[in-house]
């Protein structure tokens, strides 16, 4: 009896440790600065606490500073614990940006924010729409081809593809200044020419009708 009790204990042991799911290790976090391709501006991550004591839930914030002569802070706030360089794609200004959430339990795959505030989170299962493709652990989920990600800072636009081959585009604020004053030129270097054309025919005209008299 003594010998088949023994024996179940370890059938229950051995089927317990299948079912046992171990924790990601997360390497902790660092404070980082980001600066805009034409120096004006500044992202600063700084952690508040670097006590390994409190690791991982040490508090963070995020922060853009303005660099013009004197440094003036635009917007500042609290920040999620677990956040890391990789995971931020920046407007080229640095007001908006993308954060790609490591998802666990409540299954966030990215979010926008703006001015310093959350405006728009997706879920895993609103970007994925095959989720049997998506792979993952306790605290992480495979959702995206991360080699297939693409921002192109000349228009602001991030376009990333999930697992199961759907792409989606994102908005990280208006197009660049840069972009709009292209076209001021564009639309005035076509009003110089008209002009000019207009100018030249108006010459060509006049010394036919001289040259008529004549």
């Known amino acids: 009896m003594k010998k088949f ?3 179940l204990l370890v059938l229950a042991l051995l089927f317990a440790g299948t079912l046992v799911v171990h924790a990601d290790d997360w390497a ?13 501006r500044q992202f600063d991550f700084a952690l508040i606490s670097e006590s390994l004591v409190e690791y991982p839930w040490h508090a963070m914030s995020a922060e853009i500073i303005l660099l013009e002569g004197e440094e003036v802070v635009l917007w500042s706030n609290d920040f999620r614990t677990q956040a890391y360089e990789d995971q931020f794609v920046f407007s080229a200004n640095l007001n908006t940006f993308a954060f790609f959430s490591p998802v666990g339990e409540n299954d966030v795959a990215l979010e926008l924010w703006t001015d310093g505030q959350l405006v728009r989170t997706y879920m895993v299962d609103e970007l994925v729409q095959d989720m049997s493709m998506v792979m993952g652990t306790i605290s992480r989920m495979w959702w995206e081809d991360t080699q297939a990600r693409v921002f ?18 994102f908005a990280l604020g ?31 005209l006049l010394r036919k009708k001289e040259g008529a008299h004549d």
Do not use: C, M, Y
């Open 5 to 7: 009790a023994v024996l």
């Open 28 to 40: 902790a976090p660092v404070s980082f600065t980001v600066r805009s391709q034409d120096g004006t």
């Open 152 to 169: 192109d800072p000349a228009t602001n636009l991030l376009t990333v593809v999930t697992v199961d081959g759907i792409t989606h585009t």
């Open 174 to 204: 208006e197009a660049p200044a840069q972009s709009v004053l292209s076209w001021q030129v564009l639309l005035v270097i076509i009003i110089g020419v008209i002009v000019l054309g207009v100018a030249v025919l108006k010459i060509v």
